[in-house]
């Protein structure tokens, strides 16, 4: 087992990696695995239970800030995607990109209808 992780070294290293984005004012720390209560300055509408293992494993914990991180994450992968494929103008028919990696699939020739009797 490793060295217990004190209050100190625990809110030195969130400091360093979150700077001020969470309040730690408020923490009765125990143990590295036990539950503590933070707030995130940016939304401190509601306190986050969270251990501080968990805290510094993941975003911080403010569920408000990761969704706020993921619609960013989708809209620059939406920009992204817009810059790649431009858009269709009104009227004109979608260029469809056509294949060149080996032939396409095969279809057999008709075959020829018996003559009629």
């Not at 923490?27 to 501080?52: E, G, N």
């Amino acid at each position: 087992m490793g060295n217990p992780i004190s209050r100190d070294l625990f809110l030195e290293r969130a400091r360093s990696r979150f700077g001020d984005r969470y309040d730690y004012s408020e923490i009765i720390y125990k143990s590295y695995k036990s539950p503590i209560k933070i707030r995130c300055t940016m939304h401190p509408v509601k306190q986050i239970c969270i251990t501080p293992e968990k805290h510094l494993q993941t975003t911080g914990g403010c569920k408000y800030c990761l969704r706020e991180m993921r619609i960013l994450m989708l809209e620059r992968e939406l920009n992204r995607q817009s810059a790649q494929h431009p858009p269709v103008q009104a009227g004109e028919a979608p260029r469809l990109e056509r294949r060149t990696a080996g032939p396409g699939p095969q279809t057999p020739p008709p075959q020829a209808s018996p003559p009629a009797s």
